[in-house]
């Protein structure tokens, strides 16, 4: 049953990811269609894992993954709210973190046995990967900025507030899991 979901899911994501890149190539934004490939990668290679049985992703998780990307590919980029409006990044930030930290969680759980028998350490091994997660995210951020004179960063300030934004989103993730 959980492969028919897993497949039902890769057909969606595939769809969504299709008709992302027709806008994109529509509005002759080419440069999102690197993003949206190597995204589509990300969730090929997570599906394959999870088909294979080395990996268990809860729905919930896969849920949000198709909400982030709507986010980061449609209001994000095809629709420009990383630049018209600030919020939205910090939004998507708190949102984003929030998932991935659940994700890793997962995807950790799945390959190693170990399983914190304290809610505390659960808390501090969830949010620890979330803020992990979150600072290689802002240096890739400054490499693309670098290399490709791209403009993902906007200051001391924003990157400040991305890192804030990541700990809360982590630190719910972190709650949910120890809640649940």
Known sequence: MKKKSTY??????TI????????????NQIYFIYNTAFIYIGY??????EIKGKVKITS????????IVILHLGFGQYLNLYN???????ILHVIGSFTISILFY????????????????????????GITIGVFLEILEFGLDSIFNAHNQHGLLDTDLDMLSNILGSSVAGVYLIVK
Not at 8 to 13: K, N, S, V
Not at 60 to 67: A, D, H, L, R
Not at 106 to 123: D, V
């Open 44 to 49: 090929l290679l997570l599906t394959y894992f």
């Open 84 to 90: 018209t409006n600030h919020f939205f990044d910090k």
């Open 8 to 13: 039902g899911f890769l057909i969606l994501f």
């Open 60 to 67: 919930i998780v896969n849920y949000f993954i198709f909400f």
């Open 106 to 129: 997962q995807i950790l759980t799945s390959f190693f046995t170990w399983k914190a028998n304290s809610k505390i350490l659960t808390f501090i091994f969830v949010i620890s990967i």
């Open 16 to 27: 969504l990811i299709i008709l992302f890149i027709i806008c994109f190539i529509i509005k």
